[in-house]
């Protein structure tokens, strides 16, 4: 019973209470400035109407404002409760419906984006050439704000007819690949030049030193650029949304909150945002664990 309990408290010290610690520092810091922020309105009903309003009365209209500068965090769960729960997913007012959308141009851009990251971490890494000349522009592509190439790659995927999915893939694709072609590059490069060597002497051929080499030893490189390249995926996605003017999406959900200054929808789309990259990150590292558990990897 002690050793089954020994992992169970040591997970507890190690994950749950500092990670807990933190959302209950988060969330009191966010009722604070929620307070703060909000108060100015409630002060300035009262003075419309000629009257004083108490202390307790105050912070009691600034957790329940309609329209609230920044809304307490019950009341985000609360919305989030009505959206997910309370309605159909095909509704579109569900968040389930909204997150739907976003996720499956998330994960698409994610596997364009990781493959073409792979793709040219393989060419820079067996082709001087490509590394000298290739890298730089990779690194250089991203110092490009998306804001600024989303709307230009919308329009001319408009202009030839390609809408829908594709445009939003695209933006995620953009901005996923790099940190997976930079993170290949370094484990491609891994290995040790002992371990090179010794493959050369058994006559090992490219493609060999590269599968049993170079390929096994990039793994823990590879999960951890995906992790990376998901949840920025998901950005792109959201981004990609905004200046198609889209229906249905979580970035059609925060426009449409910004139009009719819905900041208690807003502030829900954006937790459920956060709380979908959690789960997708989180969903990689089980499957880089098990990956690397499989071929061996230490830790």
Not at 168 to 184: C, Q
Not at 201 to 214: D, E, G, M, P, V
Request: proline fraction near 5%; aromatic fraction near 8%.
């Amino acid at each position: 019973m002690t050793e089954a309990r020994g992992p169970i408290v040591q997970f507890c010290f190690d994950r749950v209470i500092p990670v807990g610690t933190i959302l209950l520092v988060i969330i009191a810091l966010w009722y604070v400035f929620s307070v703060v922020l909000n108060a100015p309105f409630e002060r300035d009903q009262a003075a419309r109407a000629g009257t004083t309003i108490a202390t307790s009365q105050l912070l009691h209209n600034t957790m329940w404002q309609e329209r609230p500068v920044l809304p307490a965090p019950h009341q985000v769960a609360e919305e989030i409760r009505k959206t997910v729960f309370d309605l159909r997913p095909t509704s579109k007012r569900s968040l389930v419906y909204h997150g739907a959308v976003t996720l499956s141009s998330t994960l698409l851009g994610f596997v364009l984006g990781t493959l073409l990251g792979i793709l040219l971490a393989v060419a820079i890494v067996h082709s001087r050439t490509l590394d000298k000349s290739l890298m730089p522009w990779i690194i250089t592509s991203q110092t490009v704000p998306i804001l600024a190439i989303a709307p230009m790659i919308i329009v001319v995927l408009n202009a030839v007819n390609i809408t829908g999915l594709l445009p939003k893939a695209i933006i995620s694709t953009y901005l996923s690949f790099f940190p997976v072609a930079v993170g290949m590059v370094k484990g491609l490069r891994s290995p040790e030049i002992m371990h090179l060597d010794l493959m050369r002497t058994y006559n090992a051929s490219r493609s060999q030193i590269f599968w049993k080499l170079r390929w096994p030893a990039s793994m823990p490189y590879l999960f951890t650029s995906m992790k990376i390249a998901v949840a920025i995926s998901l950005v792109g996605a959201i981004v990609g949304e905004l200046p198609t003017g889209a229906v249905a999406g979580i970035g059609a959900r925060l426009l449409a909150g910004s139009y009719y200054g819905q900041t208690v929808q807003i502030w829900a789309a954006l937790i459920a945002a956060a709380l979908m990259a959690a789960v997708l990150v989180s969903l990689i590292g089980i499957v880089g664990s098990l990956v690397n558990r499989r071929m061996g990897v230490r830790s």
